[in-house]
T-cell receptor
Framework: DGGITQSPKYLFRKEGQNVTLSCEQNLNHDAMYWYRQDPGQGLRLIYYSQIVNDFQKGDIAEGYSVSREKKESFPLTVTSAQKNPTAFYLC???????????FGAGTRLSVL | KNQVEQSPQSLIILEGKNCTLQCNYTVSPFSNLRWYKQDTGRGPVSLTIMTFSENTKSNGRYTATLDADTKQSSLHITASQLSDSASYICVVSSDSSYKLIFGSGTRLLVRP
């Protein structure tokens, strides 16, 4: 079954804790993305990566970090510096400029 | 500044009726325009993607139009069904960047 797999589906974070959201794709896409969506709001770009071992900050990168060591994986770490992490996080991938971007099912992060 | 604006913000229609959602954009250089459907708590799913030279594209009961001169697009839904209740997001891609420009979406509710 091809596509983008995000895990876990639900995640809870304690104060001062770092948490990592997983995103794996088997579409052989070069570019991968992380978005944040707050209730009733649109998607905002956190980080994106055009190729392995390279990534760029999006519009709201503060308090987040990523790595791209493998083509199929693009994990997102929500650090303790992110003071308001409660949101729905979406991972996406795309092959080349101008092509369709495919999304995962999302991870809902809440703060305990 | 690259922007995508959608209207209306929300819409309620009766099952079986038609509706049209609007999208205006100021993105340059323009590559293509996409419409996505996002069910509550799920990742967005692509409905259509149109380049500069395409005026109309259909996907079942969904028909998207693009006027590249006025920088406007519309998504027409015919004979609405309860399952059409979702957010519809207009997204514009630029030739010069892997970053996509997202609209804030139109929330559609179809009532029986």
């Amino acid at each position: 079954d091809g596509g983008i797999t995000q895990s876990p589906k639900y995640l809870f974070r304690k104060e001062g804790q770092n948490v990592t959201l997983s995103c794996e794709q088997n579409l052989n896409h070069d570019a991968m993305y992380w978005y944040r969506q707050d209730p009733g709001q649109g998607l905002r770009l956190i980080y994106y990566s055009q190729i392995v071992n390279d990534f760029q900050k999006g519009d709201i990168a503060e308090g987040y970090s990523v790595s791209r060591e493998k083509k199929e994986s693009f994990p997102l770490t929500v650090t303790s510096a992110q003071k308001n992490p409660t949101a729905f996080y979406l991972c996406a991938s795309q092959q080349g400029l101008g092509n369709i971007q495919y999304f995962g099912a999302g991870t809902r992060l809440s703060v305990l | 500044k690259n922007q995508v604006e959608q209207s209306p913000q929300s819409l309620i229609i009766l099952e079986g009726k038609n509706c049209t959602l609007q999208c205006n954009y100021t993105v340059s250089p323009f590559s293509n325009l996409r419409w996505y459907k996002q069910d509550t708590g799920r990742g967005p799913v692509s409905l259509t993607i149109m380049t500069f030279s395409e005026n109309t594209k259909s996907n079942g009961r969904y028909t998207a139009t693009l006027d590249a001169d006025t920088k406007q697009s519309s998504l027409h839904i015919t004979a609405s069904q309860l399952s059409d209740s979702a957010s519809y997001i207009c997204v514009v891609s630029s030739d010069s960047s892997y970053k996509l420009i997202f609209g804030s979406g139109t929330r559609l509710l179809v009532r029986p």
